[in-house]
């Protein structure tokens, strides 16, 4: 594995590990059986890397709690319910008094609640080192503070990639740079990847615990332990500032204004940590993976905002390609060659 910078520090650290398989809009409907089925995967997947790696990864099955404080909120309320149904969620409209009772630092000015059992959370950082842990186990060499400049193509085939100091040659090539893959110019034809700041911020907070993730459309929440006082993962912006990795006061106030909205108690929690990342976005909102129609090539990139919960289906997926070359899930609409057609053809010579 060939890293630019030290491994699992770019979009994979800076997550909040939220494990969501519900649509957070119409782009997202597609994405939502590979949601299921990767959500399904977590708790295997969690058990291997951590027997493999000797480490923990945090991973919490307590659901989540969607928030709406609208004066329309029984009508949306319903509405969500009805559509999670409809794709196969078990989402359910919670009564108020039921909701406090379960998250006693909620707001008062809640109008309305739904709890989604299934969703999880888990400490993306603790992950990603436990997975680059877990491969070093198995015989994978990690190199961090190597560039890949070009992928070395001959033909129709990949062969490697070049970085700036030698060749590497393998019989398969996997492109997962996140929103940097489209600086490659072989891969940019099939990963038009752009990059979308998210800023976070981390508190400390001794007010009454907070048990699953909570979420309104303005923000969310996601208990990070169960300790006293307890760390919280607060976030986040959407920023379309090209590669611009850069803190804002505005974006950092929006955050916690959302999170007081949904827990007031955090008015008095202490900020520990702010930070921010590059999320991989497309296009069309959804992930590139699959094979090109360059031999040996395997794109899995754009996940936007959803890297962390796709990692054990998009493993599963790439190892299928590779070993068995065919899979077993559908995965067209997600295929590297929705773009390849719109691009001008490479150069293969």
């Given amino acids: 594995m060939l890293d630019r910078q030290e491994a699992g520090r770019e979009a994979?650290?800076?997550?909040?590990?939220?494990?969501?398989?519900?649509?957070?809009?119409?782009?997202?409907?597609?994405?939502?059986?590979?949601a299921r089925a990767s959500l399904a995967l977590y708790p295997e997947f969690a058990a291997a890397i951590e027997a493999d790696s000797g480490r923990t990864v945090g991973l919490r099955r307590n659901g989540a709690m969607e928030i709406l404080f609208s004066s329309d909120a029984v009508r949306e309320l319903s509405a969500l319910v009805a559509l999670h149904r409809s794709l196969g969620l078990p989402t359910e409209a919670l009564p108020l008094d039921e909701a406090f009772k379960m998250e006693p630092a909620l707001s008062p000015h809640a109008q309305a609640a739904a709890l989604?059992?299934?969703?999880?959370?888990?400490?993306?950082?603790?992950?990603?080192?436990?997975?680059?842990?877990?491969?070093?186990?198995?015989g994978a060499e990690v190199r961090a503070?190597?560039?890949?400049?070009?992928?070395?193509?001959?033909?129709?085939?990949?062969?490697?990639?070049?970085?700036?100091?030698?060749?590497?040659?393998?019989?398969?090539?996997?492109?997962?740079?996140?929103a940097f893959s489209s600086r490659l110019d072989v891969a940019r034809r099939y990963a038009p990847t752009l990059p979308v700041r998210g800023q976070m911020i981390a508190l400390l907070s001794s007010a009454p615990p907070i048990e699953r993730v909570l979420r309104s459309t303005r923000g969310y929440i996601v208990p990070r332990d169960d300790a006293r006082p307890q760390r919280l993962v607060a976030g986040s912006t959407l920023e379309n500032v090209g590669?611009?990795?850069?803190?804002?006061?505005e974006g950092v106030a929006r955050i916690l204004e959302a999170a007081k909205e949904i827990v007031p108690g955090l008015a008095a929690a202490d900020v520990v940590e702010t930070w921010c990342g590059l999320r991989p976005d497309t296009p069309d909102h959804l992930p590139i993976l699959g094979p090109t129609d360059l031999d040996g090539l395997t794109i899995a990139t754009g996940h936007f905002r959803n890297g962390?919960?796709?990692?054990?289906?998009?493993?599963?997926?790439v190892a299928e390609w590779i070993t068995d070359r065919h899979t077993s899930f559908?995965?067209?609409?997600?295929?590297?060659?929705?773009?390849?057609?719109?691009?001008?053809?490479?150069d293969r010579s």
């Fill in 12 to 34: 994979s650290w800076a997550a909040a590990g939220m494990l969501q398989a519900s649509p957070e809009n119409d782009d997202g409907l597609p994405l939502v059986p590979l």
């Fill in 116 to 138: 989604l059992p299934n969703e999880c959370a888990i400490d993306n950082r603790a992950l990603t080192d436990a997975v680059l842990a877990a491969a070093v186990a198995r």
């Fill in 145 to 178: 503070g190597v560039e890949v400049e070009s992928l070395l193509v001959r033909g129709a085939r990949v062969e490697g990639a070049i970085t700036g100091g030698q060749r590497f040659t393998a019989a398969h090539v996997v492109l997962a740079a996140g």
């Fill in 243 to 249: 590669y611009e990795k850069r803190l804002t006061p």
């Fill in 308 to 317: 962390i919960l796709l990692a054990p289906i998009t493993a599963k997926l």
């Fill in 330 to 346: 559908d995965w067209e609409v997600f295929s590297p060659l929705r773009f390849a057609s719109l691009a001008e053809p490479h």
